[in-house]
């Protein structure tokens, strides 16, 4: 019986939620500008940690979203943008460079749904351009697309390219809305963040009307 895996978790939920009430009852709950201030005294290996942390983490499926979002609040946007945008591109070549060593074996038994073998025609034979749309698009899950394009046969460059482009509005927006705790959040950019995400289902659409090859086998991960 597995029935204390779920118990473990909920106890361990429970334990994290008590000591966080207690730690606020006892220290009081501190302003955005002592969090910074404590941030800044930690000097550069502050940002170091946070880069190695959000890259680490996010290479799991683990949503990218929260550390963009902290990267803003804790850094303020230049600083935030630039770990944030590092970090993330970092866990896309992790997460590929693993799904390519291994062979995919692991990720291959889930990449078996009929959207996931649309997704991974697209990269089989428009890699830049779909690596490039899809990312721009919010909705679309960063880590799935990591490992989808890690079974796909795109090639290295093409999909760093592509993932570098394709994060940077979206990242650029939500770095400034978390840099908004202490601020107003400039509306341009987050309008900017809902065009660049209808330039990606554009591009998902130009993607989709090109032709696949009627011949196409099962493709083979490609080695780096």
Do not use: K
């Amino acid at each position: 019986m597995r029935w204390w895996r779920p118990v473990g978790t909920a106890l361990g939920v429970a334990l994290v939620v008590v000591a966080a009430v207690l730690l606020v009852r006892v220290y009081g709950v501190p302003g955005m500008s002592d969090v910074r201030a404590t941030v800044d005294a930690a000097g550069p290996w502050a940002p170091l940690a946070f880069l190695a942390l959000q890259a680490g983490l996010t290479v799991t499926p683990i949503p990218r979203t929260v550390f963009t979002l902290v990267a803003g609040a804790l850094f303020g946007w230049a600083v935030g943008m630039v770990l944030t945008l590092v970090a993330t591109t970092l866990a896309a070549v992790i997460a590929f460079a693993i799904v390519r060593a291994t062979g995919g074996r692991l990720v291959e038994r889930y990449a078996r749904g009929r959207l996931l073998v649309w997704v991974r025609l697209r990269l089989d034979h428009h890699g830049l351009l779909a690596v490039t749309s899809l990312r721009l698009v919010p909705a679309v899950p960063f880590a799935a697309l990591n490992y989808l394009s890690g079974l796909s046969t795109v090639r290295f460059w093409p999909y760093l390219l592509g993932t570098a482009i394709g994060i940077a509005p979206g990242t650029v927006a939500i770095v400034v809305l978390g840099d908004a705790v202490t601020g107003t959040p400039p509306p341009a950019l987050v309008v900017a963040s809902v065009v660049c995400g209808l330039i990606g289902l554009a591009g998902v659409v130009v993607a989709a009307r090109r032709p696949i090859p009627q011949d196409v086998r099962e493709p083979e991960p490609q080695p780096l």
